[in-house]
């Protein structure tokens, strides 16, 4: 008679319900208490997340084993957290920083894409464009593009330079840094498909954007209505939170875009309607309290210690070395190209040198595409933790050195 219940379909589904419940509960509790550890040693959230997935999964205690359905949730955070820096875009701020930013964003991403592909390919061989071997050189070059100005933001807040001339540069430039490596991530995740061509996937990518322009103008006005209409009601995020998946979905059904590319082009869309920040603070409830800390969580759950042998200790530490380094020099002689005084391209550079979120959102996109291994997780969990420790360091230093003259009173 039990024999019997428990073959019954119905009860297996059950029985793995009640697996999916204990794995979130334990997933959510352990996230929050290791963030908020981590919070306590002066550390990102995130890092004590992903140790936590470490604690759990099989690397250590194997508590809680990679499911589709943790790997699903996982997703949906991830697009949430996208979405959520969409939201977060100050447009008009881009629009006032003007060149400067945009120069040294852009010089910021092409060093680092360009010092970290050939490092992979010092370290693996160097390979011909088109092969697999120069795509995953390319992705650990992608990976690097990526910056994290949260810490910055923090430091120059405390210390009272944040609307300086070099800190709103900062700021400014990390805003476009993040679009322009969505943008990398994007192409270098189409030639991913052998079908595709070079003039394919830019092809695809352009037509995504000139679409998303034309679109996104239309929705934008329509939400502004209904915004107008029903301000601050909870049908307004809603409607934003739909058109986030509608666009996250159609970026990767129909233009074999990143999903998350589409998340975040929505959450760019509706950052200038009034009620954007109540849409934000809607979303992140979500996002914070289940979906973000699974998916950082997931990270820790598929890091692969066995395949972490000498050469990839050695390549994490190389990796690391490149990742702040071409930041700096990227970024630095910009700077100076654009009459900053050597002292502040160094603040400049040191400032746009922290990586975190989208980072490891690159890293997890690659890994489910088979670009690359779990083991490379290494090297970005630490580049993220020696960033988070000595940007601020490095910035007090420099600035105690340096105080910013144009510097405003807060």
Not at 74 to 97: D, H, R, W
Request: hydrophobic fraction near 55%.
């Amino acid at each position: 008679m039990v024999a019997d219940f428990c073959d019954h379909p119905f009860a297996y589904k059950k029985m793995e319900t009640y697996v999916i419940l204990r794995d979130l509960a334990i997933v959510i509790l352990a996230a929050k208490f290791m963030a908020i550890v981590a919070k306590k040693v002066k550390a990102p959230g995130v890092v004590g997340e992903i140790i936590a997935g470490l604690v759990l999964g099989p690397a250590l205690l194997n508590l809680v084993k990679p499911s589709d359905f943790i790997n699903q949730m996982a997703e949906i955070g991830v697009i949430l957290i996208m979405f959520s820096a969409g939201l977060e875009t100050n447009l008009k701020e881009l629009k006032k920083s003007g060149l400067i930013a945009l120069a040294v964003a852009c010089v910021g991403v092409a060093v680092p894409l360009i010092g970290g592909t050939v490092l992979y390919m010092c370290i693996h061989g160097f390979a011909a464009p088109g092969t697999e071997e120069f795509l995953r050189a390319l992705f650990i070059g992608s990976i690097m593009t990526a910056t994290s100005v949260g810490i910055t933001v923090e430091t120059l807040r405390e210390m009272g330079y944040l609307n300086g001339r070099v800190g709103q540069t900062i700021l400014s430039a990390a805003i476009i840094d993040d679009v322009i490596g969505i943008i990398v991530l994007t192409f270098v995740l189409g030639l991913k498909d052998p079908q595709n061509n070079t003039l394919l996937v830019i092809g695809k990518t352009v037509l995504f954007l000139v679409l998303s322009l034309v679109g996104g103008y239309i929705i934008y006005r329509i939400m502004k209505l209904l915004d107008a209409r029903y301000p601050h009601t909870r049908r307004i995020p809603i409607i934003g939170l739909g058109i986030c998946f509608l666009m996250a979905y159609a970026a990767e059904r129909y233009f074999g875009i990143a999903d998350i590319t589409g998340a975040y082009v929505a959450g760019i869309i509706l950052c200038n309607i009034r009620d954007a920040k109540y849409i934000d603070r809607k979303v992140s409830v979500n996002s914070y309290m289940i979906f973000a800390p699974v998916f950082f969580v997931a990270i820790g759950l598929k890091t692969d210690f066995s395949k972490v042998d000498s050469g990839m200790i050695m390549f994490s530490l190389a990796f690391v070395m490149v990742a702040l380094l071409t930041k700096v020099i990227g970024c630095g002689i910009t700077a100076r190209i654009c009459r900053f005084k050597w002292i502040d391209c160094l603040k400049i550079g040191a400032g746009m040198m922290t990586r975190g979120e989208v980072a490891l959102i690159i890293t997890n996109k690659g890994l489910n595409l088979g670009i690359i291994d779990s083991s490379y997780f290494t090297a970005v969990i630490l580049l993220i933790i020696i960033s988070s420790i000595s940007v601020p360091i490095i910035l007090k230093l420099l600035y105690t050195k340096a105080p910013d003259p144009v510097m405003e009173v807060q």
